[in-house]
């Protein structure tokens, strides 16, 4: 019993996609839902399921794609769906795969696998439920991902900062004014890099963005392949706290990446790779593109002087030049003085 | 208090209180952004800084309440605010703010419940609010305005019975009184001179030792320590208040707190103006409850009829005040969904027509 109680239950083999023409056209998560024009979020969802298949349980914890998805008696989710409390889709994931794995084994439940997604945003997993997230990710026992849509805010109640905010920007919580300028001057949160480092049981974290939808329905499928708890990060433009105009998202996401703003990569049983356009960059067969091109389109960065761009530059420049591991890991062997504008 | 028309401002509830706060010389709030409350956090973000206070935001409503505990402990001002499922985050940590006897603020925006509910207006926190400050014996006292002016000058009050009994103050109001806008002129305050506390952390050299803890293990010294708490609940009740409208000549009560005061003040007078003698109790302190306004209406009417936004939380404390002495009947609306007069006055007129029949 003992062993039962402690082996993985086999995954769902889900093969990579080879190319968009060979995406199932096959929805999901489909009409109905109350997502502003241009939200990535809600394509996240929709590519996330896509790639999951039709055997997959969805949880989200509190915020925007759950309030916008699943209310007035409404709901564009066509696999099961469970709302979770906003700091929960850790241990609620976990209780999740939990019980199915024990109502397989008692015989209640006819053996098969199952994904278990539970997905949460910013505020959720990055701030609040970082702890449960970090305490899933120790129970190799159990299948099931966490994807986590950062939208930078906490855009389900009108754009305040988490933890994943980036610096400088304007939020509810950080208004500019005249006698100072930025009003949120931590930088974001390395939550994938965090993981990954202090996570040896977990067999899978990436990074991904929906502007590569291939690639990144490809890392859900190797996610809930590998099996065993495991995590994906992805950056969402959101035309309401960035401040956009909503066609914009998808020329966004693909500019946090070509600026080197948000570094593509995998991490699979311990072993790093960067992938997609962030690969092609750290092997110089592409150019970074100046962060300025990024934060320009945005109105949350519209107080930004040029030592403002320029020290965002030197900060994005640090992360590919000067850390231990470029793009994932900060660790210096030397240090610099920071210096941010006053 | 008298003030000049130039003197009031129009302004939202939530950033009413905020500023009330700030006037009471708040040195720090910890907040999370949960709607209908998250105005206050905005405000304060905006604000309390340009008065040198700290503002931070909290990763969670644990967090903010652990952040209340600790800069109360040190011996500041200190505030935090939300709605709701956040008060239930802050439950262990409110114990442990009453078990340490540290002094701060809460605001609670009610909305719907239970679960994530949703953002609409509620009362239905007032047990929770009211009966314990999360587990164990420990109270909050309990301030629940009907105005907006009221929010801002409770809120006041709110800091000054803080550090009066060393005790959380709670201001309970609900996601309308929240959004809506109505003038409101602040008072500056606070009564109390706001110095650092003689038992705060403020670093060792200076005296004696300071401790700020909850656990006490010998089941004696837990007992004397709640002995002494409750000694301390018994003198809170001074501080009860409560408002009696056209009580004089009454012959039907309703009692009513916040919001739905307000509209069971519109259908008393609309009950007056269709002769029936109806007046209003008001709770402005729901703990202390003010039980002899109660027990005093009992002895006076035919009937009382407790209104809420909840399923029937504060009439339990009218029935115990009552004592059985006057019928009490309960109407209530749940889920966000907000009494209208008309329905209230209806409710008057049953309570009076089965008062009659008996």
Not at chain 1, 145 to 156: G, H, W
Not at chain 1, 290 to 296: C, M
Request: glycine share 10%.
């Amino acid at each position: 019993m003992a062993d039962a109680i402690e082996t993985t239950l086999p995954t769902q083999q889900l093969e990579a996609m080879k190319g968009v023409k060979k995406v199932p056209l096959e929805e999901f998560f489909t009409s109905g839902h109350r997502t502003c024009q241009g939200c990535e979020s809600a394509l996240v969802m929709k590519l996330m399921v896509k790639a999951a298949g039709p055997r997959t349980i969805v949880l989200g914890s509190t915020g925007c794609m759950y309030v916008a998805n699943t209310t007035y008696y409404s709901t564009s989710w066509v696999v099961p769906w469970m709302h979770t409390q906003l700091g929960s889709s850790g241990s609620a994931g976990m209780g999740t795969a939990a019980a199915l794995k024990v109502l397989m084994r008692k015989g209640k439940m006819k053996e098969e696998p199952i994904n278990v997604i539970a997905f949460c945003g910013d505020g959720g997993g990055a701030d609040m439920g970082l702890s449960a997230i970090s305490a899933a990710l120790t129970h190799p026992q159990y299948n099931f991902l966490i994807l986590l849509y950062d939208n930078e805010s906490y855009a389900n109640t009108d754009i305040q900062l988490s933890g994943l905010t980036p610096y400088g920007a304007h939020t509810t919580f950080s208004p500019p004014g005249k006698a100072k300028r930025i009003m949120h001057r931590r930088w974001k949160k390395n939550v994938a890099g965090m993981l990954a480092a202090g996570h040896p049981e977990c067999r899978y974290v990436a990074t991904v963005d929906a502007s590569y939808a291939v690639e990144m329905m490809n890392r859900v499928r190797k996610a809930l392949t590998i099996g065993g708890p495991t995590f994906i990060h992805s950056l969402d433009p959101c035309p309401k706290g960035w401040d956009y105009d909503p066609m914009l998202s998808h020329e966004l996401g693909e500019l946090a990446v070509d600026a080197g703003v948000w570094p593509l990569y995998e991490v699979e049983n311990g072993l790093l790779k960067l992938y997609g356009r962030t690969k092609q960059i750290a092997e110089k067969r592409a150019r970074r593109k100046p962060v300025r091109d990024f934060l320009l389109k945005q109105g949350r960065f519209a107080h930004f002087t040029d030592d403002d761009i320029d020290y965002f530059q030197a900060k994005i420049d640090e992360m590919w030049t000067k850390w231990l591991i470029p793009g994932v890991i900060p660790f210096h062997t030397e240090l610099d003085r920071d210096q941010p504008p006053a | 208090m008298a003030t000049a028309l130039t003197d009031r401002v129009l302004m939202k509830g939530n950033e009413a209180i905020a500023e009330a706060a700030i006037r009471a010389g708040v040195q720090a709030y910890f907040g999370y952004p949960i709607t209908p409350q998250s105005e206050i956090s905005e405000y304060m973000a905006a604000h309390l800084p340009e008065h040198g206070g700290a503002f931070l935001q909290a990763e969670s409503e644990v967090a903010a309440i652990n952040m209340v505990y600790g800069a109360a402990g040190a011996g500041a001002r200190v505030m935090t605010s939300t709605s709701s499922p956040g008060i239930s985050l802050m439950q262990e940590g409110l114990s442990y703010i009453v078990g340490s006897e540290l002094p701060c603020v809460i605001i609670n925006v009610m909305r719907g419940g239970p679960g994530l509910g949703n953002i609409a207006p509620s009362q239905a926190d007032y047990f929770q609010a009211t009966k314990s400050a999360g587990h164990g014996d420990g109270r909050n006292l309990v301030l629940a305005p009907s105005t907006i002016q009221e929010a801002a000058d409770l809120t006041l009050l709110a800091f000054d019975l803080a550090d009066r009994y060393r005790n959380p103050a709670m201001v309970l109001t609900d996601g309308i009184t929240g959004q809506m806008m109505e003038p409101v002129a602040f008072r500056e305050g606070p009564s109390l001179p706001r110095e650092v506390p003689a038992w705060a952390t403020t670093g060792a050299g200076d005296g004696p030792v300071r401790l700020i803890n909850s656990i006490y293990l010998e089941p004696e010294a837990l007992e004397a320590h709640n002995q002494r708490l409750q000694e301390k609940y018994r003198r809170m009740q001074v501080e009860v208040r409560s408002e009696a409208y056209l009580m004089d000549d009454a012959v039907v009560a309703v009692a009513a707190y916040g919001l739905t005061a307000r509209i069971a003040r519109t259908a008393v007078d609309r009950a007056r103006a269709k002769g029936i003698r109806a007046g209003l109790l008001r709770p402005i302190t729901v703990y202390p409850f003010p039980t002899q306004a109660c027990a005093d209406a009992a002895g006076q009417v035919a009937g009382i009829l407790t209104v809420e936004m909840s399923a029937g939380q504060m009439v339990e404390d009218v029935r115990l005040a009552v004592e059985g002495r006057t019928p009490v009947r309960f109407y209530g609306r749940l889920g966000g969904v907000v009494p209208t007069p008309p329905e209230v006055l209806a409710q008057i007129e049953r309570l009076l027509s089965e008062v009659k029949a008996r």
